[in-house]
């Protein structure tokens, strides 16, 4: 009895609002119980190759969200009146100039960032997670869930790209976002040669290789599906 | 539900648009990617002689680099046989462009330092890294011999490690003292891997990054001898 009336209590979300539980969940869910990386294991590729310091990872998820999140809203405003025989080309065309579109903006205004990230904001064009959602949720959606749907996928990616560059960063060199924290020189904050304490310590080599990133992201999923037992066995 | 005749006018109708919008972005933004480019470039050929401005190029702002481009630095366009074209702007020459022209029709441009202590002359190289070009800027005091500074850069080399040329500046430093000359006979310097033998020729490779290290010692051995020409008429 107490329990049914406590949830008669809850507020109802209003039906077609725009800011409904719905729609919060579009952007909520991708973060952790949808994960475009750790659950859909989806742009694994970038993930390895990005995530060596975080300043390209962020401004590399950064420009995922918001490729994900235009090309969901222009797909879906197209949806209609796509022919389904070249679908995947259109996507593909709305992708492309997106991407584009992020990089001539890039160059513009963040030329140092560009010129480290070039290839990879290119490769944002055949990352999986893009057109997996123009495919998924934006040809059967509303414009305005799909641009969400995008940004919360873009988000969920961009997380987790951002975790793992901190941690290769500063466990391969002692820095984070290029300030040098530990280290054995006199550049670091804190030094580590000129400490008793701390003069074993050595940076990892091996955070700094691609192969780093592929054992954290499965780090990454094992602690979230020990944690969530619902996951078990989806993927 | 389409017929063909939908199909055909809808990837038209397509490709048009977004051409369109493109090129109206492309040509928005030019004037900003321009001036970035020839910012960053300016940036680029004084990031190898820092040491003797006294001021790291890359927290200049761009008055301050033009300023200082503009009192201290000469430019001089050098033909493949080494003799300097007059009215030409040094910096209007792209090594991108160069290298793709016949060998004995390339240009170079040759940037000089007019510092307290001499002249520092700035050479232009362009190589192959291990995915993209890269390209560096060797800075020789006026003995001809000594390296006393250097920059580089890159286009798409690994971050982390082929970037690291650029991003971790104890590979640029490490050139500095080295000399290009052995009793007189050209040399270059070389980046090589597991110990350096030969201290006053040889620097250490990054680890990691075995192609992008030989293709800086490639780049310099093929880059720094077509200055040769002109610093010997010099020595004159």
């Known amino acids: 009895m107490a329990e049914s009336a406590i949830k008669t209590t809850v507020p109802l979300a209003p039906k077609e609002g725009w800011w409904g539980r719905k729609e919060r969940s579009l952007i909520t869910d991708p973060l952790h119980m949808d994960n475009p990386i750790t659950v859909q294991v989806l742009g694994v590729c970038s993930a390895l190759a990005v995530t060596t310091l975080v300043k390209p990872a962020l401004i590399m998820g950064i420009s995922v969200v918001a490729v994900t999140g235009f090309s969901n809203l222009v797909i879906s405003s197209l949806r209609n009146g796509i022919p389904k025989q070249i679908r995947m080309i259109v996507q593909l065309v709305v992708i492309a100039a997106l991407v584009t579109i992020v990089e001539l903006f890039l160059k513009a205004f963040s030329y140092d960032v560009w010129k480290q990230l070039s290839v990879f904001i290119g490769l944002i064009i055949t990352n999986c997670i893009v057109m997996g959602r123009l495919e998924a949720y934006a040809m059967a959606n509303k414009p305005w869930k799909s641009f969400l749907d995008g940004i919360g996928n873009g988000l969920g990616y961009a997380w987790i790209l951002v975790a793992i560059s901190a941690i290769r960063e500063f466990f391969g060199r002692g820095a984070l976002m290029g300030y040098k924290i530990v280290g054995p020189s006199s550049d670091f904050l804190i030094n580590t040669k000129s400490s008793a304490l701390l003069s074993w310590y050595q940076p990892n080599g091996l955070m700094v290789l691609p192969a780093a990133a592929m054992f954290l992201i499965g780090t990454i999923i094992w602690i979230q599906r020990s944690r969530e037992a619902k996951l078990v066995d989806i993927s | 539900m389409f017929n063909n005749r939908y199909i055909l006018i809808y990837t038209v109708v397509m490709a048009l648009v977004t051409s369109v919008a493109l090129a109206f972005v492309v040509n928005g933004l030019k004037p900003l990617h321009d001036s970035n480019e020839a910012f960053f470039k300016k940036k680029d050929i004084l990031g190898s002689i820092q040491d003797q401005i006294g001021v ?45 022209k016949p060998a004995e029709k390339r240009r170079y441009p040759l940037f000089i330092y007019k510092g307290e202590k001499g002249n520092i002359y700035l050479m232009s190289v362009r190589g192959n890294g291990l995915w993209d070009k890269i390209w560096g800027y060797i800075a020789l005091s006026d003995d001809f011999n000594t390296v006393v500074g250097a920059s580089f850069g890159h286009l798409a080399e690994t971050p982390g490690l082929g970037a690291e040329i650029k991003d971790n500046a104890n590979f640029p430093n490490s050139f500095k003292g080295k000399q290009i000359l052995k009793d007189g006979n050209f040399v270059s310097i070389e980046v090589i891997k597991g110990g350096v033998k030969d201290v006053a020729h040889q620097v250490d490779a990054i680890s990691g990054a075995t192609i992008t290290s030989t293709g800086v010692s490639n780049m310099l051995n093929n880059g720094i001898v077509v200055y040769l020409p002109y610093f010997e008429s010099l020595k004159k």
């Open chain 2, 56 to 100: 790291n190029p890359s927290k200049m702002k761009l008055e301050e680099i033009n300023k200082l481009f503009e009192e201290k630095v000469d430019k001089i366009a050098l033909d493949a046989s080494g003799n300097p074209i007059n009215g030409l702007d040094a910096e209007s020459i792209d090594l991108a462009v160069e290298e793709k």
